[in-house]
């Protein structure tokens, strides 16, 4: 069976201080970060022994996995596995890149945020070029508030032609035409995040070929969807797996509706859709 997890612990911490992130500075204690850790290492082990399976793996964590050991070292480790196809994370790009030495990098991936007011240009700037010498798969982009657009172009004009920029609508905001074609001419998919998606009652592949879990081990469709299928460790979901339409209005965020079945995502991220990588770019 080929699947898609979408793994987020209880890891609820970060380095940086977003305004609109509820995880903004935010410090887990000694005994969330080893309970954290624990369940980390339950999952990789689940991960490991799935080798009948074609396993894809996105960690999706709230707030910055990558300064955590305990993640660096299971993204190399599974890396490393035959029947694992892709496995990425999301983060800001803060840790050092040493780690990507053990890592197979035709498997790993990086889907990489740039938050201009977070960290000085210059340093983020660097670490993508380091991502680029080391032969990284990445996608770098950012949010698209009115003043970031000025440093978004910096960054485009200097990243590698072939790493995809990508821009996320901001939350809350509204874009006129005019505004949109500005960030349109940085990432020629934003069309996509501009406005959210009308989900209900369309096919999507969560639930079937893609699912979401946590650090307890309860599978979901998705991360938007609270419905349990069962639990991954107990191969209780496995029974529960088939084509569903989506119970929600609307879908806004990418990593949810880049697997709605009415749009060509999968098409344009073919071989990327993970680290968001377009087949184009990559």
Request: hydrophobic content about 35%; overall charge neutral.
């Amino acid at each position: 069976m080929d699947l898609t997890v979408l793994y987020r612990g209880p890891l609820a911490s970060c380095d940086f201080d977003c305004p609109y992130c509820p995880f903004a500075k935010r410090r887990d204690s000694r005994e969330q970060l080893i309970a954290d850790r624990v369940a980390l290492d339950r999952f990789a082990g689940w991960a490991r022994a799935q080798e009948e399976d074609r396993l894809s793996i996105l960690f999706t964590p709230w707030g910055e996995a990558l300064v955590r050991s305990w993640y660096r070292r299971t993204l190399a480790e599974l890396s490393r596995l035959p029947h694992i196809r892709r496995v990425a994370i999301q983060t800001n790009l803060s840790a050092r890149t040493g780690w990507l030495d053990d890592a197979d990098l035709d498997t790993l991936a990086l889907w990489c945020t740039y938050h201009p007011d977070q960290v000085p240009y210059e340093r983020f700037r660097d670490a993508c070029r380091d991502l680029a010498a080391r032969g990284v798969r990445h996608s770098v982009g950012v949010v698209g508030l009115p003043e970031h657009l000025e440093a978004a172009r910096r960054l485009r004009a200097e990243l590698p032609g072939h790493v995809y920029l990508w821009v996320n609508a901001a939350e809350g905001h509204t874009y006129t035409d005019a505004e949109a074609d500005r960030w349109s001419a940085l990432d020629p998919l934003f069309p996509y995040s501009r406005h959210p998606h009308r989900s209900a009652g369309l096919p999507c592949r969560t639930g079937e070929s893609v699912i979401s879990v946590d650090g307890e081990g309860t599978v979901r469709r998705c991360h938007f969807v609270r419905t349990e299928l069962g639990n991954l460790y107990d191969g209780s979901y496995r029974a529960a797996l088939r084509p569903r339409t989506c119970p929600l209005a609307v879908c806004d965020c990418h990593i949810g509706y880049v697997h709605l079945e009415t749009l060509p995502l999968y098409d344009t991220f073919a071989g990327g859709v993970l680290e968001r990588v377009p087949a184009a770019t990559g």
